[in-house]
């Protein structure tokens, strides 16, 4: 079980305060219902999952019983970087850092979430 303190966990809370509480985040997942696998790679890997389902973002969790709609895969740092508002999450994908794997349509809608949220 993830440390409560631990950064990442600490920064998806964050993620998800903010999402929930953004008129625009609302409207963009407005009917969009997914599980977002958040994998961290490197020496220790592990992995969160956040569900979205109506209009708002679930707490994080270390597990999932069904597959993710999408996975957001990365190095920790990369993670960090990104949740923190750090580092543009698009710059980020395109410059091979941030990895995504799901639809097209989940890629965007998870971009833009940051970008909303970080002010990008």
């Known amino acids: 079980m993830a440390h409560v303190q631990e950064p990442l966990w600490v920064l998806l809370e964050a993620f998800r305060a903010?999402?929930?509480t953004m008129p625009a985040v609302q409207?963009?997942?407005?009917g969009w219902?997914?599980?977002i696998e958040i994998r961290v790679l490197g020496d220790a890997p592990r992995a969160f999952f956040l569900r979205c389902h109506a209009q708002q973002f679930d707490a994080p969790l270390e597990a999932w019983?069904?597959?993710?709609d999408i996975v957001v895969s990365a190095t920790a740092q990369v993670?960090?970087?990104?949740?923190?508002?750090?580092l543009n999450p698009t710059r980020a994908h395109v410059e091979g850092?941030?990895?995504y794997t799901g639809s097209e349509k989940d890629e965007l809608i998870v971009d833009a979430i940051l970008m909303l949220i970080w002010g990008y």
């Not at 409207?27 to 407005?30: G, P, Q």
Request: glycine content about 4%; hydrophobic content about 40%; proline content about 4%.
């Open 97 to 99: 850092e941030l990895h």
């Open 27 to 30: 409207r963009l997942v407005k």
């Open 18 to 20: 903010r999402a929930n």
């Open 65 to 68: 019983p069904e597959r993710a």
């Open 79 to 86: 993670l960090l970087e990104v949740l923190s508002g750090d």
């Open 33 to 35: 219902s997914r599980v």
